[in-house]
C-alpha cells in the first residue's frame, strides 16, 4: 500500500517544481512558503497502513475525524425505510482516504454538483456537491455519502456502479476539509456518540444483532 495516494504527486511535485524555481531564480527564502506546502501536500494525501478486522456484523468508519451528529432520518430511498444517519467531519489534519464500511456490492451511485458551504452546517448534505454509494450485502445495506466543504472542491471515487468492495477497502478521497454521512438501518445499534473521535477502517459506528 502506497504512503501517498497517487492523486497528491501532481500537488506534491508542482509545489517542489516552484520551490526551486523560486529558489534559483528569485532568493532561497522564496522557497520557503511553496517548500512547506509540498510538506503539507505529502501530509494531506498520507495514506497510513490501517489493519482491518474483518468483521460482518459491524459498519465501520469509512474515514478519520469527528462524529459531527447522530440523527434518525425517517425514510432513506436505498434502504426504503427509517434508519440513523451518522456524520464525521474530517478536518485538514485528518487522514483524508475514505473506506468502505461494509464488504458488498454497489447497487446505487449518485453524484449531485452543489455549493461549497463549511461542511460542519447542518444542511450541507442536501446543498453541497456529494457523491453518494449504497452498499448491499447478504445482511444489510447502507449509503455513504462523500461531502465537499467549502475548502474541498474535489471528490475523488475510485469505484462505480456494481463494483464489489471489502470492508476496510479504500474507494475515493475529498480534497480539503469536508464529511462523510453514513446511513445505516434501525436494527443496526449505533455505536457511537456526537464528539467521538473515529478511525477509518477501524472504529465501529454500528453493530448488527446477531
Not at 466543504?149 to 456502479?161: E, F, K, Q, Y
Request: charged share 20%.
Amino acid at each position: 500500500m502506497a504512503p501517498i495516494v497517487h492523486e497528491g504527486y501532481v500537488f506534491i511535485g508542482a509545489a517542489l517544481a516552484l520551490a526551486l524555481l523560486l529558489g534559483v531564480t528569485v532568493h532561497p527564502y522564496a522557497a520557503i512558503v511553496p517548500g512547506v506546502l509540498a510538506g503539507y501536500f505529502a501530509y494531506f494525501f498520507r495514506n497510513p497502513k490501517r489493519d482491518i478486522s474483518m468483521d460482518a456484523s459491524a459498519v465501520i468508519s469509512p474515514a478519520d475525524g469527528t462524529v459531527q451528529e447522530v440523527a434518525h432520518v425517517e425514510y432513506d430511498d436505498f434502504l426504503k425505510g427509517p434508519g440513523n444517519k451518522i456524520t464525521v467531519f474530517m478536518s485538514v489534519f485528518n487522514v483524508h482516504v475514505n473506506r468502505s464500511p461494509i464488504s458488498g456490492e454497489i447497487k446505487c451511485q449518485k453524484y449531485v454538483c452543489g455549493r461549497f458551504r463549511p461542511a460542519y452546517k447542518d444542511s450541507v448534505g442536501y446543498e453541497n456537491e456529494h457523491h453518494l454509494i449504497g452498499i448491499e450485502n447478504d445482511r444489510l445495506r447502507i449509503t455513504v455519502t462523500q461531502i465537499a466543504g467549502i475548502l474541498a472542491r474535489r471528490i475523488v471515487s475510485w469505484v462505480t456502479l456494481n463494483d464489489t468492495l471489502v470492508q476496510g477497502e479504500l474507494y475515493g478521497m475529498i480534497r480539503f476539509g469536508s464529511c462523510l454521512e453514513i446511513v445505516m438501518p434501525d436494527d443496526v445499534k449505533v455505536m457511537v456518540a456526537k464528539g467521538d473521535k473515529v478511525v477509518g477502517g477501524q472504529t465501529v459506528l454500528g453493530r448488527m444483532s446477531d
